[in-house]
């Protein structure tokens, strides 16, 4: 038996163990196990494929060179999720700063200072990772998960795509149990409004 | 609330047409690649430099340091020391105070006693009461101070000088 067979059938306490003691190849089956669902959760947070790929590797890079510090009373899963939803969130929270200095310097008195001081945005022509994206990200249930609050969006996405329980998501997301569950009922509710049409 | 929390009572049409479309959802994965671009970013442990996160009672600050905890022990020692050669050259001068103090109440309660010994068994009885009037309470009290004193203090000097030092601080499960 190979010590890669035993790895595949380890249980994630076990990997994170044998990469303690310098296992390379325990690194590489962390990284099998998670990279699909953390770059999925980031992804269809930040809803573009290149910046998702890079926030994916950043969570991965702090979670591997930080090992030592995990703790085995909770679970792996909980642990890189959290890191994986604190990187997007961050990140959406520095998009709508940027997003409000698109429009302009907060302090422009007239119309012409608020033009001079916008940022002018060069036309993004379509390539092939954009073609890709809308494929991925443009059926309906897509669109419709991407205009839910980030929080919902979380919810959503850990409890019906990972099958993660209330009380994992309620661990990822630092929120109490009751909140995570209203915030599915509600993210449920505008996602039924927002497909209603489409069922008829 | 049913067994499913997401819905208020019995799941609906537009429920279950909602969870027929959350089920069309998959995976999306990275790039070709990904694995290495990661892992060229990542330092692999090496055997034997990792510490196993320790949890221990809280300990003063001061205590953490061996300075410290040698001064206490030697200290702890030293009073301990003191203690006993004190009490064994006053030996006599806290007998005295002992059955002084004791004397009122002391002594009617060993009367009492020895009267029970003698007759529950006569033999048992007389032999106690024989030995125990030969030595007196004198140095059954002097050794019993001296060990309530001194022990507390030598198993806590003990305990700090040969206690380990920790391996590691607790570290939190914190998002980084």
């Known amino acids: 038996m190979t010590q890669a067979w035993r790895l595949s059938n380890a249980t994630d306490r076990e990997v994170v163990e044998a990469a303690c003691t310098g296992r390379e190849d325990a690194y590489r089956e962390l990284l099998r196990r998670y990279q699909r669902p953390v770059f999925s959760l980031i992804y ?4 573009d494929r290149e910046l998702a790929e890079d926030l994916t590797q950043e969570t991965f890079v702090k979670v591997l060179n930080a090992l030592d510090t995990y703790r085995s009373e909770f679970k792996f899963s909980s642990w890189i999720f959290k890191i994986a939803n604190n990187a997007a969130i961050d990140h959406l929270r520095r998009r709508q700063l940027d997003t409000l200095s698109l ?3 907060p302090d422009a008195q007239t119309q012409e200072r608020r033009e001079a001081t916008q940022l002018q945005l060069a036309a993004r022509g379509e390539s092939p990772l954009d073609e890709v994206q809308a494929r991925e990200l443009g059926s309906s249930i897509e669109q419709a998960i991407g205009t839910l609050r980030p929080e919902y969006r979380s919810c959503i996405i850990l409890r019906h795509i990972e099958g993660r329980s209330y009380e994992e998501i309620a661990e990822v997301l630092d929120l109490p149990l009751g909140t995570v569950k209203t915030y599915i009922h509600r993210a449920r509710a505008e996602l039924m409004t927002i497909l209603g049409p489409l069922r008829e | 609330m049913t067994d499913h929390p997401e819905y208020n009572s019995e799941p609906t049409e537009a429920d279950r047409l909602l969870d027929l479309y ?6 999306f994965e990275p790039a070709p690649g990904f694995a290495d671009r990661v892992m060229a970013r ?8 990792v510490t196993v996160p320790v949890r221990r009672a809280a300990v003063p600050i001061l205590l953490k340091r061996p300075v410290f905890g040698w001064s206490l ?3 702890a020692a030293l009073s301990s020391t003191a203690l006993t050669l004190w009490v064994a050259t006053n030996l006599p001068a806290i007998g005295a105070t002992v059955i002084a103090v004791t004397q009122g109440a002391g002594t009617a309660t060993w009367q009492a006693l020895l009267g029970l010994v ?3 068994s006569a033999w048992a009885g007389i032999s106690a009461a024989a030995v125990l009037t030969s030595i007196g ?3 059954v009290i002097g050794t019993a101070t001296t060990a309530v004193f001194a022990m507390p203090l030598s198993t806590l000097g003990l305990w700090l000088a040969f206690r380990s030092a920790p391996h590691s601080r607790t570290r939190i499960h914190a998002a980084l």
């Open chain 1, 103 to 105: 429009e302009g310097a």
């Open chain 2, 42 to 49: 990542v330092v692999v442990t090496k055997p034997g430099a």
């Open chain 2, 137 to 139: 309470p004198g140095p």
């Open chain 1, 44 to 47: 269809r947070m930040v809803r």
């Open chain 2, 73 to 75: 022990a030697g200290s």
């Open chain 2, 22 to 27: 959350l089920a069309t959802l998959q995976r």
């Open chain 2, 118 to 120: 003698a007759v529950w």
